[in-house]
């Protein structure tokens, strides 16, 4: 059966200027209604060049509990990287729809590498409007060059690039978050996969949508990672809830998006002192969004919970169970208790 591509819907929707059923959200998300108008979010901006450690440590710790989200600045990616990132991953998109599907997730697979557009189980038959393209991107052992399009033909030499790069700002990440929780720099690393940790890469592909009011590119969701990095191009479109409400997040060229995610509230590992962010992305009636958000995740057959450093039967308890990474995620996906 063939599959409908969200990019193909919305090249016959814009000559209507509607959009499917299936595509509307309820009133309780549709962004038109649930949207704090008037008001961008700024959220906390970390200069990772600062040579007060102390200071990063501190500022990184408190967005992390307070906003489970925070924008880094002079992390060190030169721009001409991020540059090549996006180009590439563009152009992908605007290949062909046969040269894309070439890299289609196979239908019986249980993994989600490959080009795609539905992710989760969705609620009540409501679909996101969004196409997407996962891969790994790192260690060596886990990528599977299979979904790694051959075209443009600068898109794993671009992706490894970005990827060399960003793995030196997620040690510095995870040694300020673990430095946060009172835990030696390396301990919060190891206990989500050490050297093993992997990074999935996501492209989203928002294309224009002719009732913007009515849809959402990715529904209010955490996180499953450890923590996610995110590039995205300079259309504006995610949104946190804070306080309960939707707000806008202010684009900041050139920054790198971290929010925490389930593994670090970790939403086990900290055992609750840190927050996955609730978050969730609109789209945009004229331009087209896209995203690469990088979300560095523990091995599938790792177990993850609460640090034992952090744990106190009589003060502190666990507050979350330990099970395999690979269990936490099919649950997630499937709306199954946890």
């Known amino acids: 059966m063939e599959v409908k591509r969200v990019q193909a819907i919305a090249s ?24 704090v108008q008037g008001s961008v979010l ?19 710790t408190k967005a992390s509990e307070e906003w489970g989200l925070f924008q880094v600045v002079n992390h060190g990616i030169p721009n001409e990287v991020i540059t090549r990132l996006r180009e590439a991953g563009r152009e992908f998109f605007e290949l062909p729809q046969d040269e894309k599907e070439v890299y289609a997730k196979p239908s019986d697979s249980k993994d989600i590498e490959g080009y795609g557009t539905k992710l989760q189980k969705e609620v009540e038959g409501k679909k996101a409007w969004v196409d997407h393209l996962f891969h790994r991107t790192w260690p060596p052992s886990a990528i599977n060059y299979k979904f790694w399009p051959k075209n443009p033909s600068y898109y794993r030499e671009a992706n490894e690039q970005y990827t060399e790069c960003l793995r030196k700002v997620s040690e510095k990440l995870f040694k300020c978050l673990s430095l946060g929780l009172k835990l030696e720099g390396h301990e919060l690393n190891e206990a989500v996969g050490g050297e093993d940790l992997v990074y999935m890469l996501k492209i989203n592909y928002y294309p224009p949508c002719p009732r913007p009011d009515l849809a959402l590119g990715v529904v209010a969701h955490t996180d499953m990672s450890a923590i996610t990095i995110l590039v995205p191009n300079d259309v504006p479109g995610l949104q946190v809830c804070r306080d309960g409400q939707w707000s806008d997040v202010k684009y900041i060229p050139n920054a790198l998006i971290v929010h925490i995610g389930d593994q670090l509230e970790a939403s086990v590992l900290s055992n609750g002192k840190y927050k996955a962010v609730l978050h969730r992305t609109t789209v945009n009636k004229d331009k087209t969004r896209m995203s690469w958000p990088v979300f560095l995740e523990p091995p599938a057959d790792q177990e993850i919970g609460p640090h034992r450093k952090l744990v106190d039967e009589q003060e502190n308890p666990a507050k979350y169970k330990t099970k395999k990474y690979s269990d936490y995620v099919h649950c997630k996906l499937n709306k199954i208790p946890q």
């Not at 929707?13 to 549709?30: D, G, L, V, W, Y």
């Not at 959220?43 to 102390?54: R, Y």
Request: no cysteine; net charge negative.
């Open 12 to 35: 016959l929707s814009m000559t209507k200027n509607t959009i499917p059923i299936e595509f509307i959200r309820s009133e309780t998300e549709q962004p038109a209604i649930t949207t």
């Open 42 to 60: 700024e959220v906390p901006l970390i200069d990772l060049n600062e040579t007060n450690e102390d200071k990063v440590v501190e500022l990184i």
